[in-house]
T-cell receptor, first 115, second 112 residues
Framework: NAGVMQNPRHLVRRRGQEARLRCSPMKGHSHVYWYRQLPEEGLKFMVYLQKENIIDESGMPKERFSAEFPKEGPSILRIQQVVRGDSAAYFC?????????????FGEGSRLTVL | GDSVTQMEGPVTLSEEAFLTINCTYTATGYPSLFWYVQYPGEGLQLLLKATKADDKGSNKGFEATYRKETTSFHLEKGSVQVSDSAVYFCALREGSNYKLTFGKGTLLTVNP
């Protein structure tokens, strides 16, 4: 049973470039959540998606960040024109249905470094 | 807003030692509380949880009790093993089921 798969594990970008992070949820899971962990902070909720729908993006920065979960393929978190403050670990989680227990299944995270 | 503060790491113990990782929280209501664990090379996974005051969550020899009076949810284990080496995250959920608020994580290393 494959868990939540994230790639790349590590990504280095220069300021102004674009970063794309991918997340394949666990088999049978149709709900995806993205969290971000800035240096010296805890993980913070960014966005909740179902297939082809954004359910809650209240934690997403207003500019440069976008997320999608297409009908086919992985969920993608896209950061345009990256800045140094975007350097963080980005975690994806999934659940088989809207979680009512608080249990989310997380990937290992993608670590973005902006030079 | 909600917040979680947990013990600064790293924590290094010898096998069979007693473990405590402190966690305190700030919330406006009555949150559910969680401990997640991230083993090397893996994603975070739920270790245990408690949904109301005085509840005790337990799993794999780990325990934590929801203390409303001290707003705490300390993680304990009586005898740690090398295989317990991991990063431990305390978290709370208040309101939306998928919006967890996490602490910074505590790295535990257990030496043989």
């Amino acid at each position: 049973n494959a868990g939540v798969m994230q790639n790349p594990r590590h990504l280095v970008r220069r300021r102004g470039q674009e970063a794309r992070l991918r997340c394949s949820p666990m088999k049978g899971h149709s709900h995806v959540y993205w969290y971000r962990q800035l240096p010296e902070e805890g993980l913070k909720f960014m966005v909740y998606l179902q297939k082809e729908n954004i359910i809650d993006e209240s934690g997403m920065p207003k500019e440069r960040f976008s997320a999608e979960f297409p009908k086919e393929g992985p969920s993608i978190l896209r950061i345009q024109q990256v800045v140094r403050g975007d350097s963080a670990a980005y975690f994806c989680a999934s659940s088989p249905e809207p979680t009512n227990t608080g249990e989310l299944f997380f990937g290992e995270g993608s670590r973005l470094t902006v030079l | 807003g909600d917040s979680v503060t947990q013990m600064e790491g790293p924590v290094t113990l010898s096998e069979e030692a007693f473990l405590t990782i402190n966690c305190t929280y700030t919330a406006t209501g009555y949150p559910s509380l969680f401990w997640y664990v991230q083993y090397p090379g893996e994603g975070l996974q739920l270790l245990l949880k408690a949904t109301k005051a005085d509840d005790k969550g337990s799993n794999k020899g780990f325990e934590a009790t929801y203390r409303k009076e001290t707003t705490s949810f300390h993680l304990e284990k009586g005898s740690v093993q090398v295989s317990d080496s991991a990063v431990y995250f305390c978290a709370l959920r208040e309101g939306s089921n998928y919006k967890l608020t996490f602490g910074k994580g505590t790295l535990l290393t257990v030496n043989p």
